[in-house]
């Protein structure tokens, strides 16, 4: 952050009185209540309401934007966890299964966070319409696991879609093509929040449309606002009026975050009678992992620190793998009804990341945002669990991409398994350089995709192809 923001933060940590602070403050937020109304003007009356919710949450962001000063945690209060508040996914996977699994599994619901586009890859449109295996898209698979779960155990859990602005209209029109599956399909979106100018810190839109040029004017505000626009769409109480009792909620680019039924019977059968409200999947760090969230105790809470809340003195110690030995998945079982209890009594507490952009134009621009992982703290009993590594197989990149279409995986009814032709349990390290970096391009420059059942490492730089019946073996 540079000019009058970091100028502003920087007064607020040295200015005299709190009086002065509090005068520079009371001016910012009239100057942005002043514009947004003037956006809210130009809404349409079919968008009036939305836009309202949408710019209310925005304005509280703000505020508390405005409040704090500097790194968010105090490095002197970070802890490590206790022993048991953090559980080897082997303690949970030995109390097996309840003989009754479709009783448990009628009380899920699956939610993936939908919100992003495949521009990184090159592509244009939603994320989770790339094709990943066998032409299957990160759509598709989700679907095949879901309705794999509900012809097996004759159940039915819905899956949910956390849309955005930038993916909702291609990401319903092609639900259609799901419309005799045996998956009950939901979307509903997350907000939209206005990019506020680097230098005055006001809105750079001046009225509500974000088609043309003005789509630079907005953005989705990151996962964390599952939360309040998930309650607010009304869908939360539908589905607890339905029975539903707890979210899975992950990433659509994380091919290994599927239904994982220990997991949900320990949630639903606790050994001590007590529910936890909110379970986070971390699992262990290896060096490509240093920069990941990961979870201490800090003031007797369970909390996640990301590496943009350290404070610069300690980023190599927060990176460090052997006192911050995990990371978080972003794999998350959330209990609805301490949802709505915590959205109602607005309770939920996450830390504001603070995202710069400079737009194609050369604007400089922030983005306020939070992370879905970051409201741990607000909810009771939470619980880590230690899982495998193969429940963390995202997909951001073509090298990524690599690794899941070769033979070092196998396919069925939606899930990536590792083959058991793989001799050693780890994924080789794989780079791609800038010649692949998008899909198409990547595509044109494999005949076939190679055998990497005995590949280690692959780095790869220039103009390269791979032909037809490539074995990898490095």
């Not at 990160?138 to 309705?147: A, M, N, S």
Request: glycine residues 6%.
């Amino acid at each position: 952050m540079s000019s009058f923001a970091q100028d502003f933060r920087k007064a607020m940590s040295q200015a005299g009185t709190s009086q002065f602070q509090e005068v520079i403050r009371q001016e910012l937020e009239y100057s942005m209540k002043v514009e947004l109304d003037k956006i809210l003007s130009t809404a349409p009356s079919n968008e009036l309401e939305h836009t309202k919710k949408d710019l209310e949450g925005f304005k509280k962001l703000f505020h508390r934007f405005l409040q704090e000063k500097g790194p968010s945690v105090d490095w002197g209060k970070i802890q490590r966890p206790p022993e048991d508040s953090i559980q080897p996914y082997e303690k949970i996977k030995a109390r097996g299964l309840p003989d009754n699994i479709a009783s448990v599994l009628n009380k899920l619901v699956v939610v993936k966070l939908n919100g992003g586009l495949g521009t990184s890859m090159g592509c244009k449109g939603p994320k989770s319409l790339i094709g990943v295996r066998n032409e299957n898209t990160f759509l598709d698979l989700t679907v095949q696991q879901i309705e794999h779960l509900n012809k097996t155990y004759n159940t039915d859990v819905p899956l949910v879609l956390m849309n955005s602005f930038n993916t909702d209209e291609d990401t319903k029109k092609i639900l259609q093509k799901y419309s005799h599956s045996r998956v009950k399909i939901y979307t509903f979106n997350q907000s939209r929040y206005p990019r506020i100018n680097k230098e005055t810190l006001l809105p750079i839109a001046k009225d509500v449309s974000y088609s043309g040029e003005n789509t630079e004017c907005w953005y989705p505000p990151g996962h964390g606002d599952i939360y309040a626009s998930f309650y607010n769409s009304g869908l939360l109480d539908n589905l607890i009026g339905e029975g539903k009792e707890y979210i899975f909620v992950s990433n659509i680019d994380n091919l290994g975050a599927t239904v994982d039924l220990y997991i949900l019977n320990h949630l639903m059968n606790p050994p001590n009678g007590k529910r936890c409200e909110f379970v986070m999947e971390v699992t262990n760090k290896t060096r490509a992992d240093v920069k990941g969230g990961t979870l201490t105790q800090y003031e007797n809470k369970l909390r996640l620190v990301e590496i943009a809340q350290v404070p610069k003195a300690h980023v190599d110690e927060f990176k460090s793998v052997s006192k911050f030995k995990i990371f978080n998945t972003n794999n998350l079982w959330i209990a609805l009804s301490a949802i709505k209890r915590l959205q109602e009594k607005n309770a939920i507490d996450m830390e504001i990341i603070v995202n710069p952009k400079t737009l194609d134009g050369g604007l400089n621009v922030i983005q306020l945002e939070t992370a879905v992982g970051a409201a741990i703290k607000s909810f009771e009993n939470s619980l880590g669990i230690n899982v495998p590594r193969s429940r963390f197989l995202p997909v951001k990149t073509t090298s990524d991409l690599l690794l899941v279409m070769s033979n070092l995986y196998s396919l069925n009814a939606g899930s990536l398994t590792m083959s058991e032709k793989r001799e050693f349990p780890t994924v080789p390290l794989v780079k791609l350089g800038s010649s692949f970096t998008k899909v198409q391009d990547y595509l044109r420059r494999f005949e076939s995709i190679p055998d990497m059942l005995e590949l280690d490492h692959l780095t790869v730089s220039g103009d390269v192809t791979f032909g037809k019946n490539v074995s990898l073996k490095l």
